[in-house]
């Protein structure tokens, strides 16, 4: 696996063994947890046992992408992480962390303020035309996702006529854009389950080596979508082991982070994948 370098808040972190990113999901409204995790203490119990587990990274979000979810305010969602992240800087000054939101606003807060090393963007900068400026000025890892739409609108009879080339041209316009403002640290995300079909994400993932061209990282996340679900007849609660399968996919393809609600099997996954890729 080609070895790639992500610098966090001068932390390097290494992704030439893959990484786990663990969800947090600090909502009331998630699609696979149904907001157990939307307390204080309880969230913190989850980062405790993710990290203990093995996570990585964790990716703490506080505005639900479920299909049909309504986006929050900047002020709705700082007033809803801030006693969260506050206790980060508390309990655990020495892990990494990364926020998911497209608010540019909510973003230079975060970063400035608490333990949040890395911005994970749903939207790509599409929600908020200041996010690539402010990250430019932050200079913090950015995950640049593929959507089609927003969440309120990327599951009304999403359409391509060749879904891997036009991501791929999507997200290469948005690289040029943060390589012009001097964003060095970008990770890739094709955005499974955002505006695609059931056999949109599976072409997408069987051609997942084609993001190899931007020779960037790539983020994938699959864990426990509609994409396992529908092909399997289950439900969240019950597809762990179908997103076992497509991470150790995706792994033997060049994922260099998988972010997962279950740490302690993706981190399996990956352990399993170093023995094979070392014979």
Known sequence: MKSYFINCKG???????PKVMGILNYTPDSFSDGGQYNSVN???????QMLNDGADIID??????????KLLTSEQEIHRLKP????????????LFSLDTYSSEV?????????ISIINDISAGNLDQNMFSTISKLQVPYIIMHMLGSPQTMQIKPTYKDITIEIIKDLAKKVSLLKQLHVHDIIID????????????????????SFNIFDLPLLVGLSKKSMIQKVLNTNPENSQNGT???NAFALTKG?????????????EAVLLFQALSNN
């Open 190 to 209: 094709p955005g499974f389950g955002f505006g695609k079909t059931i056999e949109h994400n599976y072409q997408l993932l069987n051609e997942i080596v």
């Open 42 to 48: 309880k969230a913190i119990g989850k980062i405790d």
């Open 11 to 17: 932390q390097l972190l290494d992704l030439s063994i």
């Open 60 to 69: 703490i979000g506080a505005v639900s992408s479920r299909p049909g979810a």
């Open 244 to 246: 076992s399968i497509l």
């Open 84 to 95: 969260l992240l506050c206790e980060l800087n508390i309990n655990f000054k020495n892990a």
């Open 255 to 267: 994922a260099n982070i998988i972010r997962v609600h279950n740490v302690r099997e993706a981190k």
């Open 107 to 115: 973003a230079e807060w975060a970063v400035n303020e608490y333990p």
